[in-house]
């Protein structure tokens, strides 16, 4: 860890050396690094006896609702006038796996009108969100990395199975099992304390994974047999999902995880996009293999941003014209894409 976020550890120590009122706070869409994160805050300051409640702007999928202090996670769509309250009343908020405040989505306005002292624990580009403690690290593979290293510095000794299972969790699925490139030496040593904690890794794996609906499967399936469009010319390939076809196979929060990750199975494909018609826009995950960078393209086209192979955004054209959009972009990117 950097020398100032040493500091900055000793500092928060200092601080919270009284009980305090703090909330965890995350980005919309939650995913494993998100609330493993989000939760392993939680436990560590509760278990320091501070006064500590986790909020998320919106749902999130099933494949994480077991993860340690999932019970006591409150949620912005539902219970708005009470998280608006935890945020007003908060004297700390950490804002935990993002960049920037419109990340959290309906709950932004509110969390940026609050009061409070914020840390900020993240590993995306360009971190602005304006907070007394920064902790932002874009070399580390997940804000669960960072987290272990600050926790492991602020006390050691509170660190038990729960919160390290929510830690592996989050490593584990933003280094898609530790197969990214994102995935260090550091990575590995972290993952191998978590593991001597006593982290069941099989458990984990099974939670996340494989524990899914049949309808989901199948609805894998339609997608890779009929919704796939693959451009070898530009090594690449998407696949779309109207509202339609996610109400024909029971689609749930959580359903098209991975799928965006599909394509890239295919010899030579490189770049891959996955629309999902969601909440009145397309929501757009990138992933990219080698150089080409989804967070520019996502940034440039789509609003969004992320990481160098992991991004997202969104457009608020019908599905149709949003694929004609990236459709049309392609040829511009024909060079790029093929070096890379
Ligand atoms: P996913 O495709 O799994 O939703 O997101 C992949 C990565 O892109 C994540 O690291 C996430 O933080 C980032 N990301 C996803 N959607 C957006 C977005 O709308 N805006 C920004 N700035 N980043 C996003
Ligand atoms: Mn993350």
């Not at 796996?97 to 419109?102: F, G, P, R, S, T």
């Not at 590995?188 to 593991?195: G, M, P, Q, R």
């Not at 904690?197 to 494989?210: A, E, P």
């Amino acid at each position: 860890m950097k020398q100032e976020q040493i500091q900055s550890v000793s500092r928060l120590m200092e601080e919270f050396a009284v009980p305090r009122k703090v909330l965890v706070t995350t980005h919309q869409g939650p995913d494993g690094d998100a609330m493993g994160a989000s939760l392993a805050v939680y436990l560590f300051l509760k278990k320091q006896g501070h006064d500590v409640s986790v909020a998320t702007p919106n749902d999130y999928p099933d494949f994480l609702q077991w993860l340690p202090g999932n019970d006591s996670v409150f949620n912005y769509m539902k219970q708005k006038p009470l998280v608006e309250q935890l945020v007003s009343e908060a004297e700390y908020i950490f804002h935990i796996d993002y960049n920037h405040i419109k990340r959290s989505a309906d709950m932004t306005k509110s969390l940026s009108r609050a009061k409070a002292i914020r840390i900020l624990i993240d590993h995306h580009i360009d971190p602005s969100i304006p907070v007394k403690y920064l902790f932002s690290d874009v070399e580390a593979s997940s804000s669960c990395e960072l987290l272990f290293q600050i926790l492991q510095l602020w006390d050691e000794q509170m660190m038990d199975l729960d919160i390290a299972t929510c830690i592996y969790t989050g490593i584990m699925t933003d280094t898609g099992c530790f197969a990214y490139r994102s995935a260090t030496p550091l990575t590995f040593e972290i993952a191998s304390k978590l593991l001597a904690i006593g982290v069941d890794r099989g458990t984990i794996y099974d939670n996340v994974y494989n524990d899914y609906s049949a309808s989901r499967m199948r609805l894998m399936g339609y997608c890779l047999n009929k919704k796939m469009e693959v451009f070898p010319e530009y090594k690449t390939a998407f696949i779309s999902l109207t509202l339609e076809e996610q109400e024909q196979y029971d689609f749930v929060s959580g359903d098209s995880e991975g799928f965006v990750n599909l394509p890239l199975s295919i010899k030579g494909i490189r770049f891959t996009a996955f629309f999902l018609e969601k909440d009145g826009k397309i929501k757009i995950s990138f992933r990219s293999k080698g150089y080409f960078s989804v967070n520019d393209f996502a940034r440039k086209h789509f609003s969004g941003g992320g990481h160098l192979n992991a991004a997202g955004g969104e457009s608020t054209k019908k599905m149709d014209a949003a694929i004609q959009e990236f459709r049309d972009l392609l040829p511009l990117y024909s060079d790029e894409l093929n070096r890379s």
